[in-house]
């Protein structure tokens, strides 16, 4: 998959792969909402207005053409099999489009279960603020959010010191994630707290994405009990200033089944300090339903604490 094709691509769509909508969303960019936004030429000048526009199910691509802070309220992604692409331009921001939203204390993207479902959202390096998350899982009710890929994220990773934020990805309420894919993402040291956090993550995978410098809890699953579901947790990178607390790169509270195996943690202390892999589902690694494989601590294989 190309994840910035030229715009001649995006306007030469095949029949029935849904429509093309461009946003500007600087504050000082070329974007209105008045514009039917199809036409990159003459974008819209919010995410919200873009989504307002697409058709739930249709596979309706949103490429934002440069962005910023126009969105003066939490964007909330209610539209299925919708794609939210930062694009970028040559000379400006290119491939991560910085998205804020303009009132500040709010998250940037709010996914709101199964009216999320098979959504994209990618190109983006996000910024809330120190108590909020960048992408929030906040449904109001009891439905799952299911098959949602967010990929190419930037987390609170900027040098620009707007960029900041409680967590990175948070799921709030609902019951629970379902086969979400997260990677090939970066959560930065401007978090406040932690990278993923997460209650019933079922069926899903985190993979390949890079925990630098996050001052809390890489991955921190915050809920307890039995079969709230654990994900796939593959190939991730974890960089830490000081020697580790326990648990710092990954804690697991659920034996709910997930394979954790091939992720590495290194830290300028010299990998002295605790365990940073902890599993207190059950407290014991011979009841434990989690499948720890190799993890590392700088070049040793490590084993999870259980307790």
Request: aromatic share 8%.
């Amino acid at each position: 998959m190309n994840l910035f094709p030229s715009v001649e691509q995006l306007t030469h769509r095949p029949a029935g792969a849904g429509k093309v909508f461009f946003a500007d969303t600087r504050s000082w960019g070329a974007g209105s909402d008045s514009n039917e936004g199809t036409d990159p030429n003459y974008p819209l000048a919010t995410v919200t207005a873009a989504l307002a526009k697409a058709t739930a199910g249709r596979h309706d691509y949103i490429f934002l053409l440069d962005g910023y802070d126009n969105d003066e309220v939490s964007i909330v992604v209610n539209k299925s099999a919708t794609h939210i692409i930062g694009l970028g331009t040559d000379s400006h921001r290119s491939p991560f489009v910085w998205l804020l939203v303009n009132a500040g204390a709010l998250p940037v993207f709010t996914l709101q279960g199964n009216n999320s479902a098979n959504c994209e959202i990618a190109g983006f390096t996000l910024g809330a603020d120190a108590t909020h998350p960048c992408i929030t899982t906040k449904v109001g009710a009891s439905t799952e959010l299911v098959f949602a890929h967010l990929h190419h994220l930037s987390f609170a990773a900027a040098l620009d010191p707007a960029f900041v934020a409680q967590d990175g990805i948070v799921q709030l309420d609902g019951t629970g994630l379902d086969g979400i894919l997260i990677e090939d993402c970066t959560f930065g040291q401007q978090l406040v707290r932690d990278g993923i956090r997460f209650k019933t993550f079922y069926q899903g995978m985190i993979r390949r994405c890079l925990f630098r410098g996050v001052p809390g809890i890489g991955i921190d699953q915050i809920a307890t009990g039995a079969a709230t579901g654990v994900p796939d947790i593959l190939d991730n990178s974890f960089w830490q200033k000081t020697a580790q607390d326990k648990g710092s790169s990954i804690t697991i509270t659920d034996g709910g089944g997930g394979a954790i195996h091939g992720n590495h943690t290194v830290s300028n202390g010299g990998h002295a300090g605790n365990n940073p892999y902890l599993d207190t589902s059950t407290g014991t690694d011979t009841t434990t339903l989690n499948g720890w494989g190799e993890n590392f601590l700088g070049d040793t294989v490590k084993y999870p604490a259980f307790a």
